[in-house]
Structures are given as C-alpha cells and as structure tokens.
C-alpha cells in the first residue's frame, strides 16, 4: 500500500515554512536598504591620506608625473560627496580626476561604506620670465553634508632651455642662467664644433638622450657646489630622482678630441663617461679634473682603446666604477673608486676592471695597454665583489700597468702589473658611510691609513679645491684638512 500522507502536519509545515521565507525575505530587504542608506548628518567622518601633495622642480611645458591621494569614507553608511573641485579652475596648472572621471571640478560622488575612491593630480607649468625656481599652489575643495575638506598642491616651477635632437655646429657657449633640458633621441656635437659649458651650469636629460661628443666638450666648473656643472636625469621627483640608469651618459667617439671636464658631476646614468677609440693627436682623448661620477647603473667610466686622464676624481657606487677594455692609456692620479651594495646596485664587480683585448663573437682583438695609478683608493663593502682589482691579458702585446702608493681590497693580487707601496685590505676608514639614509661621505677620517701615504704626483689641490703638501699627499681624491 502506498504510504498514508497526513494532510493536516503537512499544512501546517508548509504554512510555517512560507512565514519563515517570507521573514527571512523581509529581513534582507531591511538589510539591503539600510546599507544602501546615505549618512547625511554633519558628523559624518571623511579623511585624506594627506594634506597635502608636493611637486618637486618640475621644468616648465614638460608637465609632471602623477600623483595622487585616497578620500576615505569610514562610516557604516554610503557618503556621497557634493563635490571635489580644483579652486583654480580650468585656469589652474594642475589638472584632477576623481575616480575615473576628469576635473576640474566632479560633483555627485557616491562611496561606499568603508570604501575610498582616488584623486589623481599632475601638473603642468607655463613658460614665465623667471629665471629662478618659482612656486606654484593651488588647493582642492571636498564638499559633502555641509562640510569642507581642503588638500593643498605646490609645485617648483623652474624655466630651462629645451632642446630636442639638437646638433651642435661651430663654437657654442652655455651659461648658467636658467637650467638646460635635453630631449630627444640625442645632443650631438658635430665633428668640428666645440661646445663649452660654463660654471654652475645644470643640465638635465631625458631617460633615452645621451650626449654623443664628435667633436669637442669643455666642462668649465669650479669648486663650490653652486659652480659645479652638474649632469642628471631631468626626473627631480622622488623616488625617481635617485634612480640609477636616468640616462645614457656621455659618449666620446672615434673623431673626438681634446676634451676637458673639470669639476663635473655626472649623476644617475646608465654609463657615465664612454669614451671609444685613441687620441687623434698628443693630447688625450678625455681629461677629467675634479669630477665626481656616481651612481651610474653599468659603467662611471668605461674605455675601449682610448686614452683618459682623471685627477682627484671620485668614482662611486656605479655597477662598474672603471671599466678600461681593449688596451688603451690610460693615468689617474688622486683618484678614489669606492662602491657600497644599496637598495638600487649591488656591489659584485670590481671597482676596476682592465684587459687589454675584446671579444667579437669567437675572435680576440688585442691591443697595447699603458696605464698608470698613483694615490689612489680602490674599495668596496656589502657586496660578492672578493677583488677590487682586475686584470687580464690576452696575446703577447705589450702589457704595461703600474701601480704606486695606493689602496686596495684584494683577496688575489691583480696580475701581470707592477706595484709599489701599496696598503692591501686595510680600510681606507672613509668619514661616514649610511646606504640606508644614502649617506656617503668619501673624506678621511683622522685614522685612516690613507693619510699621508701618497708620493708627489704633482697634484696640489684636492676634489674640494684645497690645497695638498708636495711631499706626503693623502691617497684618494680628498686630503685631509
């Protein structure tokens, strides 16, 4: 018999049931309105995540990078935002977008419950007659339930000469007057044209513009910082501002001749100083005097078969502080290579590296190799670099490199070189060296056993322009005063 269904308990479940869906459906309906509520008391709760947005220098027409800050809506309820407008208006040199949607000014925003939306901010500043930094501010307004929440922008603004795929012809003299930016594929110095930049000259380059030298460059800096001619990437915001490899760096071609940089300070490049192929007469290819190269990604000064001159010059905290490839001659003297592994490079090759050949896929070239060190430093810390000394020889040409009064860190001798009176692994005990806070300090402290250590060289001033003794010189690029 088929079984016998009680009609009665079976109503009764089934009208329980309908009640109970019926409640439950009552009671996500109440849920579901009461998130899609909006606070609208005057207590409600909103912060930024800041008060404020700084540009650093930032060169006029070229604009900015994006920057940006969060609106938070803490409350349990939806807010809406009567407004979020730009007080300059379309006149403003900052441009907004507020959670997708473009400004100046955006009204009607609705934010969730414990949700934040993003405002977008750049900015983007008018040629002036100003030849000094210049600052630039406007604000921006949030409105919502009767209240007003400000957020402040300032920008540096600073005119420049912009030159874009310039080629340098004849003689040409640059000032210091206002800053240069360079951008484009290149600046190129033709052949037979020299291009002389004067004391506290700025220069600030595109990510993808090196500087090609066909001709002749003369860098005429002095010894203070604002008499420098400083070479950077043109992006002066943080963090991109300390970044290794900014730009190319500086390239000295076959056809190059009789250039001179004296306190020059090549920051953040990719290769800092290049220069390829012999003197075309007497004089070296490149004389540097006083410089500072730092920070540069691969190479700070990288030769094949050239010929470079370097006095009381520091080269630091660059993948390859000195690369000579390739034979070449090459004499520094008062020099100091020096490289701390960092958030931005490890330290793992050494400071200086020389051969006198060059790989071309399966073939060897060879060619002499002349190169002279005296009083100088040569060290490295915090990195898988075990010699900071490198040298290898391919062939049978001549092979001539001396070393006298330096400093270095080796675990195995560099071979095939002569050298004479050198201290060996004992730290040079530079002032102060901070990777985290970049503090780097390459000046002697009162023990250091680099005091007093060096021979006449002939060279009477330090980097700083102070004066050295003839007879007993300090080694590395700085004396101690």
Not at 264 to 284: D, E, F, K, R, T
Not at 304 to 324: E, F, T, V
Request: charged content about 20%.
């Amino acid at each position: 018999m088929p079984p016998v269904l009680c009609v009665s308990e079976n109503v009764y479940f089934y009208r329980n049931m309908k009640y109970l869906f019926v409640a439950i459906l009552l009671t996500g309906v109440l849920i579901s309105c009461k998130k899609e509520t909006f606070i609208t008391s005057s207590t409600a709760s909103l912060f930024t995540s800041t008060d404020s947005l700084h540009f650093d220098t930032v060169f006029t027409t070229t604009g900015s990078i994006t920057r940006f800050f969060r609106i938070y809506n803490d409350n349990n309820q939806k807010l809406r935002l009567s407004k979020v407008s730009l007080q300059g208006g379309d006149a403003s040199f900052f441009n907004i977008n507020v959670d997708g949607t473009k400004g100046p000014e955006v009204t009607d925003i609705e934010m969730d419950a414990n949700d934040s939306i993003y405002v977008f901010v750049t900015v983007k500043i008018d040629p002036t007659v100003a030849e000094l930094p210049f600052v630039i501010q406007d604000s921006i307004l949030i409105e919502y339930n009767g209240n007003e929440h400000w957020v402040q922008l300032d920008a540096w603004g600073q005119n420049a000469n912009f030159m874009r795929n310039r080629v340098i012809t004849g003689n040409v003299t640059w000032t210091n007057i206002i800053p240069y930016v360079l951008t484009g594929d290149y600046l190129l110095i033709d052949k037979n044209a020299t291009l002389t930049i004067e004391k506290g000259c700025r220069i600030y380059l595109h990510a993808n513009t090196p500087i090609i030298v066909d001709g002749t460059l003369k860098v005429m800096g002095e010894q203070y910082d604002s008499t420098r001619v400083v070479f950077k990437g043109d992006r002066l915001d943080d963090p991109y501002r300390n970044f290794p490899g900014s730009w190319p760096g500086i390239y000295f071609n076959e056809s190059s001749k009789d250039n001179s940089l004296q306190y020059a300070s090549i920051q953040n490049a990719y290769q800092g100083i290049v220069a390829a192929g012999l003197s075309v007469n007497s004089n070296p290819k490149v004389s540097l005097s006083e410089c500072i190269i730092d920070n540069c990604y691969d190479a700070g000064i990288l030769g094949l078969r050239s010929a470079i001159k370097a006095r009381n010059c520091l080269i630091s905290n660059c993948g390859k502080n000195i690369l000579l490839g390739y034979g070449g001659t090459y004499d520094f003297s008062q020099c100091t290579a020096a490289s701390y592994s960092n958030s931005y490079i490890l330290h793992k090759d050494p400071v200086l590296i020389m051969t006198n050949y060059l790989k071309e896929g399966n073939s060897i070239n060879t060619w002499s190799l002349n190169a002279s060190f005296r009083n100088c430093i040569f060290w490295g810390e915090n990195g898988t670099a075990e010699d900071e000394v490198v040298t290898d020889k391919q062939g049978n040409t001549p092979f001539n490199v001396n070393f006298q009064n330096c400093l270095w860190k080796v675990k195995n001798n560099p071979a095939f070189v002569n050298a004479s009176n050198i201290i060996a692994n004992q730290s040079p005990l530079f002032d102060s060296i901070n990777t985290q806070s970049r503090i780097y300090n390459f000046r002697l402290r009162d023990e250091s056993p680099a005091i007093n250590s060096g021979t006449n060289a002939g060279v009477t001033i330090d980097l700083d322009g102070r004066s050295r003794p003839v007879g007993l010189p300090d080694l590395g690029c700085y004396e101690k005063q």
